[in-house]
């Protein structure tokens, strides 16, 4: 088969690729994006249970991890949530916040699939979907790729967009990794992140009748020196450990052999709290009393686990503060994680002292562009990693 010229080669049609693609086609530069899915943005899709939580309105570097987390700043500044917003408002796509700032569309995730396939379309970008590369080399100063099909591509600019590990079932490959590794770029060892955490056997059998249960509003704590993160939000116990948002946050900052640290009534003093009901109605139950804080599930197994069931007059104050111990301080050392299963990113990546902060550029490779979560810049939960992608796919396409 005859090889093709193209001046932009992107590689993986989510939501990094697809912006790039948008912005470099736009700039009268010839655009094939390739994707082994049957479908672009599968990841988009499934996003934000259905309905995408697209971007953050507090979106900014403070929000990211990675060995240097300011690289994110130049394109987070020149692509920012707001000029994302702008876009949505443009095509119709109605939006709603829902909490801390995090935006989501009112009907379904699909419209930012679609919107990005419009965009892509008016900028006269190439979507090849079905399609992998089998080999990829320099040639020149550009780079020669043969496609899954036989073809060959000969591109001035290669954009490595296909994003990270997470959820291998829909596709994830390291795909990008290899290459960017194979081009002579480091990589930041790769772990799963924003995933529940799993308990071993004994604890598991310990905490059964609390699967399903979730404590509203809790703190919940993990890492150590710099690497140390504190979110407040909702815990959920599950089958295998434990999840919710607060549990996926601290999951980035977590490692193997550390205990978390959870309070799962941050207003309550709880110990306190237990010892002036029993002077004032001591004939009042110990579950009765936490229930009113707590889920009642919850409530009556911290109280077994602590020998404190029945009346708060029939147990001595010691061990009212045991249970407020484990209510407001229980430490808990998880065994590992769902893994990339079920996690939503990709902690590490193509490090970022290998890449321009302006344009996403390899240093060391010129014309090699890396986009994304491909890139060791990993967000919190709430729309933070869709605006890297869309902030970095944008830098890229106004240069590649
Ligand atoms: P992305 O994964 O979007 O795209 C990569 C593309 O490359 C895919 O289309 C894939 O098929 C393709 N590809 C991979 N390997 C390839 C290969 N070897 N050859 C060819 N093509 C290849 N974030 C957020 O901000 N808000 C949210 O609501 C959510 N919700 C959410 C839910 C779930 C279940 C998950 C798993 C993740 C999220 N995320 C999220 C995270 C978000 O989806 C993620 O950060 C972005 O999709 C990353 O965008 P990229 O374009 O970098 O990769």
């Not at 690729?17 to 390739?34: D, F, H, T």
């Not at 980035?252 to 237990?274: K, N, Q």
């Amino acid at each position: 088969m005859k090889s093709r010229k193209v001046d932009v080669l992107i590689v993986g049609a989510g939501a990094a690729g697809m912006m790039c693609a948008a912005e470099a086609g736009r700039r009268g530069r010839s655009v094939l994006v390739i994707d082994h899915a049957r479908a672009p943005g599968e990841k988009i899709r499934i996003s934000g249970g259905g309905r995408c939580n697209f971007t953050n309105l507090g979106c900014g570097p403070h929000a990211f991890l990675g060995e240097n987390p300011r690289f994110a700043a130049s394109a987070l500044k020149r692509y920012d949530q707001h000029d994302f917003i702008a876009l949505v408002n443009r095509h119709g796509v109605a939006w709603h916040e829902k909490t801390l700032g995090q935006l989501f569309c009112d009907d379904s995730s699909r419209q930012i699939v679609n919107l990005l396939t419009e965009e892509m379309r008016r900028a006269g970008a190439e979507l090849r979907l079905n399609t992998s590369v089998e080999a990829v080399e320099r040639a020149g100063d550009g780079f020669r790729a043969t496609l899954s099909d036989g073809q060959g591509i000969e591109a001035a600019s290669l954009v490595l967009a296909t994003g990270g590990k997470s959820i291998p079932k829909m596709g994830a490959t390291g795909w990008a990794y290899d290459v960017a590794r194979r081009f002579g770029l480091r990589i930041v060892e790769t772990r799963p992140a924003l995933v529940p955490l799993t308990f071993e056997a004994a604890l598991l059998e310990r905490l059964k009748p609390l699967a399903g249960v979730a404590a509203p509003d809790a703190v919940a704590r993990a890492g150590e020196g710099g690497r140390s993160g504190r979110f407040r939000e909702a815990v959920l116990f599950t089958h295998r450990g434990i999840s919710g948002p607060a549990i996926l946050q601290i999951s980035s900052y977590w490692r193997e052999g550390e205990s978390i640290e959870l309070d799962l009534a941050p207003d309550v003093d709880v110990a306190e709290m237990l010892k002036a009901r029993k002077r004032e109605a001591g004939r009042q139950g110990v579950v009765t009393a936490l229930s009113e804080h707590l889920p009642r599930r919850l409530a009556e197994a911290v109280a077994e686990a602590e020998g404190a069931s029945g009346a708060l007059a029939e147990r001595p104050d010691a061990r009212l503060a045991a249970v407020g111990a484990a209510i407001n301080r229980w430490r808990v050392k998880p065994v590992g994680s769902e893994g990339y299963r079920t996690a939503e990113v990709t902690l590490g990546g193509v490090a970022t002292d290998e890449l321009d902060q302006k344009t996403m550029q390899a240093k060391t490779a010129p014309g090699l562009y890396v986009i994304g979560e491909a890139v060791d810049i990993t967000g919190w939960l709430g729309g933070y990693n869709f605006q890297w992608a869309w902030s970095s796919g944008w830098a890229a396409g106004q240069v590649c």
